[in-house]
């Protein structure tokens, strides 16, 4: 939520912050703007897109600055509210990522010392707390205003009698220092600057760092200098383009077959009839477990959902779902489960503050994340990476399925340890797993029979998804996406539920989505469609293509392969996925942004 970036080296700043503010953009799109120093601060900003402030910039040649790209959260989303913020001399530029708790109090005591305010944003305290303290040194000015702000924050600052310096501290919201040749960067993510460096490094809570384009200075919270640890990122910048795809979301789905194989990647051996993960991670599925419990929100919360299903299936540990923001006050918590977050960001503020909670409560903590260096790798006791590479449209897709992919594995090697598997079916399991990225390139290569589908979809005023067992989740997921991303209300259902109340929405103008599999549930699922038809509602099945019988019950059927029932979630996932993009292609709408919506929620 919101993209802070900074800059400083030997290139136009406008060019690099307005280049990193689109890379940035997933993360709040309500209004962007930078402040430059080109002799003195110029600032521009506009609300909507980045376009919008780059038509504004005249060319500069000043070669320091900071850039923002907002979700609105304090504030309507207007001109003023807009990011940079600036003190009242106009020459100190701050942009923040967070929310100032006790910002109303501050407020009224700068109001009362003479201070200007020209918007109704939480951030802007922070600008005014740095100027009235501010003698020549940002870094010290900074450490003061900190003192008194209560709440999460990202910010990075300069000021125009420091030229070639930025300063930026963070609490509870990202902050990545880039390291370059002759040119330094901060952002809230490594995507930001990815074209100008690999290099990385990450700052913790209460650190600050002052960087200049030749040097990168880290102070911890009693101002003492301390060392960080240079880190190298795997992330291809391509990996963050469109490739010629239309929207990041489109390229993402197709980067399936990829991301899939990616997740076991150093993970599997099948000479060896292994599952292996870090060394914190083999600690933590190795001890003593009595329950876990599995928090996470949105479609994290889903892969969540789906990874119950494979755990309780192939070990005897009971698993818990939990929405992260529901877990932190209500959840059951003890020594002996494993809190286990997922987490795509690593940076959604509900699920860290889940994750805060269990381990407060003695509970083990594993996260599954994306993103090296992210505040929830650095919180729990152990984490494993989805490698899923960058993922930039607001709607999770390639991440979901390597979550499953990892929670799978997860599964399996609990089961291992507790000798509930022999190495034969271990075998198995590893081959038919590597079987899925050519499931998944079997499903993107019939994406116009989605086409046709999402053509009859397109004009419905609301959709049903319904699904068995694991397909339940899935039938969640599937609703969520067309939602986010068309606008179509859309819900999941288990199929078993649909009589207990959901029929009475039941017209002939509600396709319903039914996913259906050939295991234990696929006559109880055949009957739910006939109940369906039944009241004249169009059913659209997703079916295995050895299904020779589902023609006879769904009005529509969409096809996915299956060689084996490992994992058919993978295959089903991308249907659901590429139906819900033509939906909202043939509606026009902003796929890769929806609205209302940003990718990382770093608020709760
Ligand atoms: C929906 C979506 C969101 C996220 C949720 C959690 O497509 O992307 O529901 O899944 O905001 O985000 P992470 O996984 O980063 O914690």
Redesign the pocket.
Known sequence: MCGIIGYVGFREARTVLLESLKRLDYRGYDSAGVAIIDKNLKVYKEIGEIANVEKKIPQLKGTTGVGHTRWATHGGVTKENAHPHLSCDKKIAIVHNGIIENYTKLKEDLKKKGHRFVSQTDSEVIAHLIDDVYKGNLEEAIFAAIKKIKGSYAIVAVSQDEPGKIVGVRNESPLVIGVGDSENFLASDITAFLKYTDRVMFLNDGELCVITANSIKVLNTNKKQIKKKEELITWDFTDAEKSGFPHFMLKEIYDQPDSIHHALRGRISEMEETITFPEPVEKLLKSEINSIHIV????????GLVGKYLIEQHTNIPVFTEI?SEYRYFGTRNESSLVI????????A??LAALREAQLSGSKTLVI???IGST?TRIADGYILQQSGP?IG????K??TS?IMVLFLIALKIALLQKKLGSDELYNYLFHLKALPRHVRDVLERSNDIIAIAKQLKDAKSVFFIGRGINYPLSL?GA??LK??SYIHAEGFAAGELKHGPFALLTKDTPVVAIVTQDETYEKILANIGEIKARGSPVIAIAEDKDTEIENHADFVLRFPVSSHVLPCIPITVVLQLLAYHVADLRKCPIDKPRN?A???TVE
Request: proline fraction near 0%.
């Open positions: 996470a929100c949105g479609t994290s919360f889903y892969a992260a977050a997922i987490t795509q960001s690593g940076e959604t509900d699920t994340t994306n993103v929830a993922e607001v709607a999770a897709t991440t979901f979550q997921e969520l996406k986010e991303i919506l990718k990382s929620v």
